[in-house]
């Protein structure tokens, strides 16, 4: 009886204590926060929400396959301002607001108060790091907003780190905020990435050793020729179709094989126009992945890359060439190479990707209107010559209008202030003008946009888009199918339409469910969804919602 009792109490005592173990356990697992090691952003600039599935057949399964098969897809994700470019695109992304807020209101933009052109990311108060040109010259400094990288380095006390890479400046330093440790882009003069000194006085170790390897003359030198048999390639049109498509200079056509070894010629700018820029954009983001040890942290790291060649290969062939095809299934192969590093080095489940655009891309006009459809290509140049000749006569004002760029009238606001010019008769006058242009749809007075006879859709565009010191006094809107330029082969982008603002919007790895979603969202609420999965604060200018569905 006794040696039963004391085995009761024993076993007793043995099952408080493995209870109370248990309990101790569950509370240190509940008291740290989850959060994934690394998340991992990618902007594919200029790419078509329908890019997803115009080459879904010949996709790999490790790329965007992959992502649509195991992550989460926003199916109608929209851009809720114009004008719909790179740097207001990106800025938006990271930042979950608008121009009229966050100050980015193009990739160059007029400074209304003095009349003087500024490109988003100046800054002239720093130098290069890598380079002595004035490619190093730039910062965020110009953005109004913080980034959900920001409000991350906030969150941890500044123990996260945050990088950002893009070819283009604006695609590396935007992203990665006011507070990140570094952002690096390409200098074409050169043919090395580098900084600025708003981030660090000397490239770390890992970034010289990258471009002492010198990879754009390593790309460049293997040529460009169709990663599959040319016949193939049944989504694009026959390859140098005339009026389409752009050529490189020093080539006849623009045609398979291109020869990068022989048109290089110490310009390692030419590979910003091939799918390599993409190839080498990525093979910089793992070596910074190694140099920094991103996700090897205790706490949550950020790595913000854009991938910036989709964009130059869309502006010069066009969304329905080869090219744009083949850059495409290469981005694929690279995308899928790039998953299955960050697998193995950060491990697969423990990191977050999500993949976007910043904008998309019309179909070259001439394709258009070879196929019946109604577009053309509104030269705005001559239209600004009769334009100021008019106010001229009328007003005894020379160069009244500055330019129309981002689809806007930038007024001479000092010259006109000095004649003592009517603010409201000028810009009757110059709507009245703009609206007998064949190409032009609406013209806006930013100022009164609620009182235009304009779909609702569109004022709220034009509303977001409008900041007060960076925007032109009118916005221009044309008709679908019709863009601003003043050549015929190519594409360009920055209106309202769904093929400029339709993107792509995927969520994929740690705390992200498998499934998709039809109904409206919004470029400014991937900031919101990231901030939640993170459990951090929004960016302070953000105006996004998370997206719910997205998240476990």
Known sequence: MTRKLLLSIGFAAATLISSAQTKKAQTTAQSTLPRPKLIVGIVVDQMRWDYLYRYFDRYQAGGFKRMLNEGFTCENTLIPYIPTVTAAGHTCIYTGSVPSIHGIAGNDFIVQATGKSMYCTDDSTVVAVGSNSKAGKMSPRNMLTSTVTDELRFATNFRSKVIGIALKDRGGILPAGHAANAAYWFDDANGSWISSTYYMTDLPAWVKNFNAGK??????????????????????????????????????????????????????????????????????????????????????????????????????????????????LRLDKDLAAFFT????????????????????????????????????????????????????????????????????????????????????????????????????????????????????????????????????????????????????TGTTHGTWNPYDAHIPLIFMGWGVKHGSLTRETHMTDIAPTVSQLLHIQAPNGNVGTAIGEVLK
């Open 215 to 328: 990879p754009a003359e390593k790309y460049l030198n293997q040529d460009w020729n169709t990663l599959y048999p040319i016949n193939t390639y049944v989504q694009s049109e026959p390859d140098n179709t005339p009026g389409h498509e752009g050529k490189f200079s020093g080539t006849e056509a623009p045609t398979f094989p291109i020869k990068t070894s022989a048109l290089y010629k110490g310009n390692a700018g030419l590979i910003r126009s091939t799918p390599y820029g993409n190839s080498m954009t990525l093979d910089l983001a793992r070596a910074a992945v190694d140099g920094e040890n991103l996700g090897k942290n205790v706490v949550t790291d950020f790595l913000a890359v854009s991938l910036s060649s989709t964009d130059y290969v869309g502006h010069q062939f066009g969304p329905n060439s080869v090219e744009a095809e083949d850059t495409y």
């Open 341 to 488: 590093y960050l697998d193995g080095k950060v491990g697969k489940g423990n990191y977050t990707v999500f993949l976007t655009a910043d904008h998309g891309a019309a179909h070259n006009a001439n394709f258009l209107i070879d196929h019946k459809v109604p577009a053309g290509v509104w030269n705005d140049g001559p239209a600004l010559t009769g334009l100021n000749k008019m106010l001229e006569e009328k007003y005894s004002v020379k160069r009244a209008v500055l330019s129309f760029n981002n689809y806007q009238v930038n007024f001479n606001n000092t010259e006109l202030r000095k004649q003592k010019v009517s603010d409201a008769a000028i810009k009757l006058d110059v709507i009245q003008y703009l609206m007998e242009q064949p190409a032009i749809a609406y013209a806006v007075d930013m100022q009164r946009v609620e009182e235009a006879n304009i779909p609702a859709a569109l004022k709220e565009r034009i509303q977001n888009g409008y900041s007060p010191e960076h925007s032109g006094a009118i916005q221009i809107v044309l008709k679908p199918g019709w863009y601003s330029g003043h050549g015929q």
